[in-house]
């Protein structure tokens, strides 16, 4: 149970890296380099309170500032886009009759619904994700993520966004994943509590704790751990043209996962290097 449970935790564990030495916001202002207007970069966690927002209402009102956004998800494709099709499982294939029904109905009592539905497109990672959000007080009665809920306000705004990762690599991630270990540690997940005394509270992801982290320590000059380095590096390589783009067409406000901003190989770092100037934004 606990080696699922940790596995768990680093599937989730890539958006809410807490850890640092200086005090630096997770909002950063991007200037210089040619750029006519300034830029902002936001690191989120996927399964954060959208009630967070509330609580910083300047993250909205610079958002609301600018020409674009920029998601990993969802809005419009930038560039020329590799295109593919993203192969995922049927969820009955994954799970076993029993854990079938166990995940079906701890979602049919939440906002998402029955799975049923959407038996044959269902993400299991998104899922992983929503059971992270679903186990928690502030972010139960969520019916979407962090970053999504982010987009649906801009875009109801009138802002047009647009999408970082492209669907080569999402399919390329897919079919290196293994589906049967994913399904397994969404049930543990589903039957336990992230507050077992055999689980330290660092595995999981604590919503208070990613609120301090809006004025929280950084890692930008040490290098990430393997997991994290799986999952960000062909992404940031695909990402750090398309963001270059955007922000000197105008200014944009970039909301990717925090330890996507973190580390050598993070993006502050690849925009420092190529002659950004970034600075913390006191929230």
Same mark, same amino acid.
């Given at each position: ?13 890539? %958006?809410a *890296? ?12 991007? %200037?210089?380099?040619?750029?006519k207007?300034? %830029? ?7 399964? *954060? !309170? ?5 609580? @910083? $209402?300047?993250?909205?009102?610079? *958002? ?25 499982? /049927?969820?009955? !294939?994954?799970?076993t /009759? ?16 029955s799975?049923?539905?959407h038996? +044959? ?26 970053d999504?809920?982010? =987009?649906?306000?801009?875009? #109801?705004?009138?802002? $047009?966004? @647009? ?5 080569? =690599?999402?399919?390329r &991630? ?5 589906? &049967? ?11 336990? #509590? @992230? ?15 990613y *609120? ?12 990430a751990? =393997? ?23 105008? !200014? ?9 901003? =973190? ?10 290097? +190529? ?9």
């Open positions: 149970m606990k080696k699922a449970l940790l596995f768990a935790s680093l599937l989730i564990l890539h %958006s *890296a807490i850890f640092g030495q200086e005090n630096q916001s997770v909002l950063w202002k991007i %200037s210089g380099n040619g750029l207007k300034p %830029s902002y970069l936001f690191g989120t966690v996927h399964t *954060a !309170s959208v009630k967070i927002l509330d609580r @910083f $209402p300047k993250i909205m009102q610079i *958002a609301a500032g600018v020409d674009f956004a920029l998601f990993e998800k969802g809005g419009n494709t930038i560039g020329n886009v590799e295109d593919a099709e993203i192969y995922t499982p /049927p969820l009955d !294939s994954v799970f /009759p029993e854990e079938y029904a166990l995940v079906d109905s701890f979602f049919t009592a939440s906002p998402f619904g799975i049923k539905p038996n +044959n497109e269902a993400s299991l990672m998104a899922m992983c994700q929503a059971v992270v959000m679903l186990k928690q007080k502030d972010s139960k009665n969520q019916d979407g993520f962090f999504d809920i982010i =987009q649906t306000r801009l875009q #109801d705004s009138g802002k $047009p966004t @647009f999408q970082l990762d492209e669907t080569g =690599q999402m399919a &991630r897919e079919e290196n994943r293994d589906n &049967r270990i994913l399904a397994k540690a969404i049930v543990v997940m589903i039957k336990n #509590d @992230f507050r077992e005394k055999d689980i330290t509270p660092e595995d999981f992801f604590d919503p208070d704790l *609120a301090a982290t809006l004025e929280h320590p950084m890692k930008l000059d040490q290098k751990p =393997q997991f994290i380095l799986d999952d960000t590096v062909e992404r940031h390589g695909i990402w750090l043209p398309k963001i270059e783009v955007k922000v000197k067409e105008g !200014s944009c406000f970039i909301a990717v996962g925090m330890a996507h901003l =973190q580390y050598q190989t993070g993006l502050i770092q690849l925009l420092k290097n +190529n002659g950004y100037t970034l600075n913390p934004v006191n929230l």
